[in-house]
T-cell receptor, first 114, second 114 residues
Framework: EAGVAQSPRYKIIEKRQSVAFWCNPI?????LYWYQQILGQGPKLLIQ????????DSQLPKDRFSAERLKGVDSTLKIQPAKLEDSAVYLCASSLGRQIYEQYFGPGTRLTVT | AQSVAQPEDQVNVAEGNPLTVKCTYSVSGNPYLFWYVQYPNRGLQFLLK??????LVKGSYGFEAEFNKSQTSFHLKKPSALVSDSALYFCAVRGNTGFQKLVFGTGTRLLVSP
């Protein structure tokens, strides 16, 4: 079974530039998550999709971050404009459903904002 | 709101000895508890979960965890550590009422010496 795919793996941008990350979840997984993991911390949920609808985006900085999951499969996360504090690893995860199901994580995208 | 505490930043153990990585939690309702492991430059991998039932949960790679409701703890254990177990371990919790996001601890680095 193929795992969660993410691209790019690494990205370096200057502050105020924009960047986009892509995620392809495990086939058949209805729930998709985007997490931000700052160095030395645990992952923090940014947004959760159930199929192509948003379940929770309460911790997404909506003035600069946006995400979509068209057709309930692939997803993109965008940052525009980026700030220095956005430097982190962005992890995508998917699960069969919510609550009791474990999440499967992709390798992440390491973003450095200079 | 739910929270997780991993009181040790690092745990050191000699190969062949038993290991314990501690986790305590706070949540509304009954907890769903998870342990994940993260190797360098990789995403998180699911180890085990507690949803209901037997307080001792067995997972991947010989790991197990004991749920203790009175102490609100979910410590990760392994009877005999391997050098290859060296990694970053995250405990996570969500409640079983309504929608509650999965909240991760700050992680514990396990170093197993030969």
């Amino acid at each position: 079974e193929a795992g969660v795919a993410q691209s790019p793996r690494y990205k370096i941008i200057e502050k105020r530039q924009s960047v986009a990350f892509w995620c392809n979840p495990i086939s058949g997984h209805a729930t998709l998550y985007w997490y931000q993991q700052i160095l030395g911390q645990g992952p923090k949920l940014l947004i959760q999709f159930q199929n192509n609808g948003v379940v929770d985006d309460s911790q997404l900085p909506k003035d600069r971050f946006s995400a979509e999951r068209l057709k309930g499969v692939d997803s993109t996360l965008k940052i525009q404009p980026a700030k220095l504090e956005d430097s982190a690893v962005y992890l995508c995860a998917s699960s069969l459903g919510r609550q009791i199901y474990e999440q499967y994580f992709g390798p992440g995208t390491r973003l450095t904002v200079t | 709101a739910q929270s997780v505490a991993q009181p040790e930043d690092q745990v050191n153990v000699a190969e062949g000895n038993p290991l314990t990585v501690k986790c305590t939690y706070s949540v509304s309702g009954n907890p769903y508890l998870f342990w994940y492991v993260q190797y360098p430059n990789r995403g998180l991998q699911f180890l085990l979960k507690y949803i209901t039932g037997d307080n001792l949960v067995k997972g991947s790679y010989g790991f197990e965890a004991e749920f203790n409701k009175s102490q609100t703890s979910f410590h990760l254990k392994k009877p005999s550590a391997l050098v290859s177990d060296s990694a970053l371990y995250f405990c996570a919790v969500r409640g079983n009422t309504g929608f509650q996001k999965l909240v991760f601890g700050t992680g514990t680095r396990l170093l197993v010496s030969p």
